[in-house]
């Protein structure tokens, strides 16, 4: 009868919500701590520019490229390292490594040297290589796969959030009368004086990354000993029942997931473009730090609300695909007003790139994954891979930013190439790579 078999229906309902709550709150937490130590870096690009005396922006952005450039070297091997601790305890590692990056900072602070502070962010760098690992299948994975954009948007929350408070907080601690203290590192005569000067700033950032490890390591402990469930390999493997899926032997037998990769790769360096060098950015059209140290702030603030409008939107309303497609359309629309305006009007167009951005994260990572199978962690790792593109986009805007110092927006010419290739992805890439193996079915719910 109906009415007996709705109550058992609902029940399990009930219990797989329950089974996915305390999972999904613990990644959050952990969404929350990415984004809180990936946006400090726009501060410190400000505050080394400054402590470390550099005056050249590709040098300048090393920082960015020693951050992200352990995504690359370090994914597989991260990969490697999940396999034999599992999901729970590979976090803890990974939060127990990004610690150890946090205090290397003491004695880069010190000795004011550039390459520590570099040596310090690539090692939090391969902390976080280690949990975006783990964490973007394992929020994928938990749920339909036509809803997974719906989950990273809300993980994108936890994330941007952070984002957006953690350079506020950083500024406060570390910047605070920057502009009195680089009038005076000016005009300073004394090699002694200037010297200490900046090792008084130097030192500045000592204490909030002391704190920094101290929470990381009980967030290392609290992860190893909760109850967070391990990803059920059944799940990844559930379409291995599927002929087509089913005689794959190699990762290159996925076009679609190549594709995603290469997408990730640009959208990943078009975020870090418009969050990280925007602060450098305004320093070149002329404001005071105390005015640019917020820019990535306000950038972070549009992609939180880009991340609620793709909560309400997807799938309800419209695909994960679609909504890519439309922002990758409306990001090339605000790169090319960036471009060609000027002042706080371009400004203002690059921090709308948050907006544009805050879908394609959530979108591309679930397209990539979709249908591989048991070959779903190693397509996890090369999307990690392609986060590299935060290291090497900077670098070539540092460079075009060095030779177009009259009209510093010309350094933005790269945001059109890369939207490009993500809205072909979105449009004909991904269903093109799925056709040509075979594994494009009549309806695509993606």
Not at 94 to 119: K, N
Not at 265 to 287: H, K, N, P, S, W
Not at 312 to 328: D, E, G, M, N, W
């Amino acid at each position: 009868m109906p009415g007996q078999t709705s109550l058992p229906r609902q029940t399990q309902a009930q219990t797989q919500t329950t089974n996915y709550l305390i999972p999904t709150i613990i990644i959050g937490i952990l969404f929350f701590v990415f984004g809180f130590v990936t946006w400090l870096n726009s501060t410190l690009i400000n505050f080394l520019k400054i402590a470390c005396e550099i005056d050249n922006n590709v040098v300048l952005f090393f920082v960015t490229f020693a951050f992200y450039i352990s995504y690359f070297v370090m994914a597989i091997p991260s990969s490697w390292v999940l396999k034999v601790t599992g999901f729970k305890k590979g976090m803890s590692v990974g939060l127990v490594v990004m610690a150890v990056g946090a205090l290397i900072f003491i004695p880069a602070a010190t000795s004011r040297t550039y390459g520590l502070f570099l040596l310090g962010l690539f090692i939090q760098g391969t902390g976080l290589a280690v949990l975006q690992t783990a964490s973007n299948p394992y929020i994928t994975i938990l749920g339909p796969i036509e809803s997974a954009a719906k989950r990273i948007s809300i993980m994108g929350i936890f994330n941007k959030v952070a984002g957006a408070i953690s350079p506020l907080i950083l500024s406060a601690a570390i910047l605070s009368g920057a502009d009195i203290l680089e009038k005076k590192i000016s005009v300073a005569t004394d090699a002694a004086e200037k010297a200490q000067l900046l090792n008084g700033l130097a030192a500045k950032v000592i204490g909030p990354y002391i704190i920094m490890a101290i929470v990381l390591f009980l967030l290392a402990i609290w992860i190893w000993f909760s109850n967070l469930p391990e990803v059920d390999q059944k799940e990844e493997e559930e379409e291995e029942d599927d002929p087509e899926i089913k005689q794959r032997r190699s990762i290159f037998q996925f076009p679609h997931l190549w594709l995603g990769v290469i997408a990730l790769f640009f959208y990943v360096g078009c975020e870090v473009l418009a969050g990280d060098t925007i602060g450098q950015y305004g320093r070149m059209l002329g404001y005071d730090i105390s005015h640019y140290q917020n820019f990535t702030t306000y950038t972070l603030s549009f992609m939180v609300i880009g991340y609620i409008i793709g909560i309400i939107l997807i799938p309800k309303y419209v695909t994960q695909r679609k909504a890519l497609q439309f922002c990758s359309i409306l990001a090339l629309v605000f790169s090319i007003c960036a471009i060609f305006t000027s002042g706080w009007v371009t400004v203002f167009f690059i921090t709308l790139l948050g907006l544009a951005n805050a879908v394609m994260w959530p979108a591309i990572w679930p397209l990539a994954l979709n249908k591989l199978g048991h070959f779903t962690k190693t397509g996890a790792a090369l999307l990690v891979m392609a986060i590299a593109g935060a290291a090497v986009l900077p670098l070539i805007w540092g460079a075009i930013a060095n030779k177009t110092t009259d009209h510093p927006q010309w350094a933005y010419i790269l945001l059109i190439p890369s939207y490009t290739v993500i809205l072909y992805f979105a449009t004909g890439g991904y269903l093109a790579g799925l056709k040509k193996k075979n594994l494009l079915k009549e309806e695509v719910t993606v």
